[in-house]
């Protein structure tokens, strides 16, 4: 099943992530291809998501039923194919970095400052170290927690498996769309909090 | 817009000998032809992606004669070809245009392996679309490519356009002949297609554009993208100079000392011009949004004479609700489920009105036709009713047996409940179904004589008996798919010459142009002789072209 992990730092504190990722009305027209949803329940929703699959794309509902609720911490879901074939879940953990961890952890390239000679270096030198493999992704760009401030992780974890005897040629397709899909939305959440909290003053 | 320039000395912000517009099939011919004849080509491609309709084609050529037939034990003739032909045509083309092509497709398809990694395979059985009208044979004519590995056109690999339906499916025409692609969905190796599809191989069209633009790279032509040619330079005697283009937002102008070939695809995407010239009703174009007649329109602004002009390569088309392909609404060609057991097409009365199973040209003819008094075309829309032994065996649209169709078709537990879901009448249905369910008990079609050419049986289940394309309709659920009219190009344009030369409405050739492929008046008239046709015929005018102009590179 083809799986993807993606992890942003960011200089907010956990309870500020998660007041936002906690409803899904927040980041739902962040999600890539995002065509609309329809929440049914408190654990229950209908997605709608526009997205390539190989060459073309499609548009694709899903079904979306949380499993598991830990406030300030993990949210759990699976994913079911409404109209096509394909089964998957995904969480959001978030996490306050270790203490000396923010500079030169993963944080999102869309919120950086341009950076000094020196940052890029490390930017260079992070990047290389945080190999990319399948699966699994850490973007290492560069910035240093505000001074005094805190740091938190955001993951998402997305997987997306699809049925039938098709199955290995749907997954070689889908399995490209995934990382950039999780990319984006970690990626756009950050730069989104970040920029209210630049916007605060705080 | 289309400014006829006529300047003695036309400044132009390029040179070269021979410019070609378009990168499909008849473009990447004609470039690799006139740069090998010794001139300085440029090619131009007003998308971002090379390859035109023939990239999401199923790249087989249609050439008879061709060298690889004995291979296949199939033998051909000047006259079988010929003759065949001219009952393609219809009487619409001149006989020199039918025997150019007949003498010259084999030598360009020759030509072909000589000079681009190019390699074809005849498919043995792989019929003509007549096959048993006089000179029709029951394969070999059509050729396939194979597979095509991407990384041997290095960054040009990302400009290689694929097609949204065989893009992701890499295997060869023999091999889903072999496998049955559409009555065997199941026996395809899924895992090896999808290693195939990861290591970046490609098949069909993409495959033969991927050839024929490797041999043009070779040359160092390079396809220059994202420039539109908007229309022809002519010097003070009216023959063709350069062209005027917008490129990056601005207008350049190319000269061209040995002529401009016109490879630009056809008009269907233009709506004003379909309504202008087509006799049927082409809603759901099934190429890439790109062939929107600037060619025709650049030729006719320089006075070409037309012909052809209502006549498109038909195909019936389904559409998956939200499906897009470059940006607008997918519309999939049905080569199969029409022609498998269990599935007829209806009209609004519930009657059938073709034969399902017949060649995807011309069973889309009496779609359009239209009853007088009734002042109205009675067989639009139309759908294909199937049963559940159908969803049970084969390929639908997006699913294979053992997945739920896809549920965006309507669907009921008996034919009157379908019908009235979809506005068919339901008593015409009944008896429509009821007679059918006959024929295909007996294996024999006694209204439309489905499943009496080994065409039909191409597209058929070779399984099912006593006929490969007739089964009954009787196990519920039901579902109704609208078959919509369609076509893979026009094929309507310039008159040309046996050198594909552009004719001009005085009956004068117009010197330095030339067109090739769907721009052109093609030859075929309305028919379509086999699989291939298409590019086969547009091969061979671009090689025609290629050679004509780069001859005459010294104006």
Not at chain 2, 164 to 171: L, S
Not at chain 2, 518 to 524: E, F, K, P, Q, Y
């Given at each position: 099943m083809p799986e993807v992990t993606y992890t942003t730092v960011m200089n907010l504190p956990v309870a500020t992530i998660w007041d936002f990722v906690k409803d899904m009305n927040h980041w739902a027209p962040m999600l890539t291809g995002y065509q609309g949803h329809e929440v049914q329940s408190d654990t229950d929703s209908v997605w709608t998501l526009k997205g390539d699959v190989g060459i073309l794309s499609r548009t694709v509902k899903l079904a979306v039923h949380i499993t598991e609720w830990v406030d300030a911490e993990k949210v759990s879901f699976t994913l079911t194919g409404l109209n096509e074939v394909v089964e998957g879940g995904g969480t959001f953990t978030m996490a306050q970095a270790a203490a000396g961890a923010a500079a030169g952890a993963p944080v999102p390239a869309v919120t950086q400052p341009k950076p000094g000679l020196w940052r890029r270096f490390l930017n260079w030198f992070f990047r290389a170290m945080f190999k990319r493999k399948f699966g699994t992704v850490e973007r290492a760009a560069l910035t240093a927690p505000a001074a005094g401030g805190v740091s938190s992780h955001l993951t998402f974890t997305l997987r997306m498996d699809a049925g039938g005897p098709t199955a290995p040629l749907v997954n070689a397709m889908l399995e490209p769309a995934l990382l950039p899909a999780a990319e984006d939305l970690g990626n756009k959440i950050a730069a989104h909090l970040e920029a209210a909290q630049a916007g605060s003053g705080a | 817009m289309f400014e006829r320039f006529t300047k003695k000395k036309q400044r132009f912000t390029e040179e070269a000998d021979v410019v070609v517009i378009g990168t499909g099939g008849a473009g990447l011919v004609a470039a690799l032809a006139a740069a090998e004849g010794g001139a300085k080509v440029v090619l131009l491609e007003k998308s971002q992606l090379v390859g035109g309709t023939t990239a999401v084609s199923g790249g087989v050529v249609w050439v008879p004669q061709n060298h690889h037939m004995a291979e296949v034990g199939v033998a051909d003739s000047r006259e079988d070809a010929l003759g065949y032909l001219r009952i393609i045509a219809d009487g619409r083309t001149e006989d020199a245009l039918l025997e150019r092509y007949v003498d010259e497709a084999p030598k360009m398809a020759r030509w072909l392996e000589d000079k681009t990694p190019l390699r074809f395979t005849a498919l043995g059985h792989y019929p003509d679309y007549h096959p048993e009208h006089p000179g029709g044979k029951p394969g070999g004519r059509s050729m396939e490519t194979g597979l095509f590995q991407t990384a041997e056109l290095g960054d040009w690999a990302k400009a290689l356009r694929r097609s949204?339906?065989?893009?992701?499916?890499?295997?060869t025409v023999t091999e889903a002949t072999e496998w049955g692609v559409f009555s065997k969905p199941l026996s395809l190796p899924y895992g090896e297609l999808a290693k195939r599809y990861k290591a970046g191989f490609v098949c069909y069209g993409a495959s033969l554009v991927g050839n024929l633009l490797a041999g043009c790279l070779a040359r160092g032509v390079e396809p220059r993208l994202g420039v539109a040619a908007s229309s022809l330079i002519q010097d003070e005697t009216g023959r063709v100079i350069g062209v005027e283009a917008t490129a990056g937002g601005g207008q350049i102008t190319i000269g061209a000392k040995g002529g401009v070939i016109l490879a630009t695809g056809g008009f269907e995407w233009n709506s004003e011009l379909r309504t202008r010239f087509l006799g049927g009703q082409l809603t759901h174009p099934n190429s890439p949004p790109i062939s929107d007649g600037d060619g025709l329109r650049m030729a006719m602004a320089v006075g070409a004479d037309l012909g052809n002009m209502s006549e498109a390569w038909w195909c019936p088309s389904v559409v998956v609700p939200g499906e897009d392909y470059d940006g607008v609404q997918l519309n999939r060609g049905d080569f199969a489920i029409r022609s498998l057991p269990h599935s007829i097409i209806v009209n609004a009365a519930g009657q059938r009105f073709v034969n399902e199973a017949h060649n995807y040209n011309d069973m889309m003819k009496p779609f359009f036709h239209f009853d007088p008094v009734a002042y109205a075309r009675p067989n639009l829309p139309a759908w294909l009713v199937i049963d559940q032994a159908f969803v049970e065996r084969y390929l639908l649209v997006t699913s294979v047996p053992g997945m739920a169709p896809p549920s965006w078709i309507p669907k009921a537990d008996t034919l009157a409940e379908l019908a009235a879901a979809v506005g068919i009448d339901a008593g015409g249905l009944a008896a429509t179904v009821q007679r059918f369910n006959g024929f295909a008990a007996e294996g024999v079609d006694r209204d439309f004589r489905r499943g009496e050419s080994v065409y039909d049986h191409f597209y058929g289940d070779p399984d099912h008996t006593p006929n490969p394309n007739l089964g009954t309709i009787e196990k519920g659920p039901f579902y109704a798919l609208e078959v919509h009219p369609g076509a893979i190009g026009t094929k309507g344009g310039p008159m040309t010459t046996r050198d594909a030369e552009v004719r001009g409405a005085d009956g004068q050739v117009i010197a330095g142009l030339y067109a090739a492929g769907?721009?052109?008046?093609?030859?075929?008239g309305p028919g379509y002789p086999g699989a291939g046709a298409t590019i086969g015929t547009a091969m061979t005018w671009g090689w025609l072209a290629g050679r004509h102009a780069a001859a005459h590179k010294a104006g």
């Open positions: - | 949204p339906i065989f893009g992701a499916t890499p295997m769907n721009v052109m008046a093609g030859i075929t």
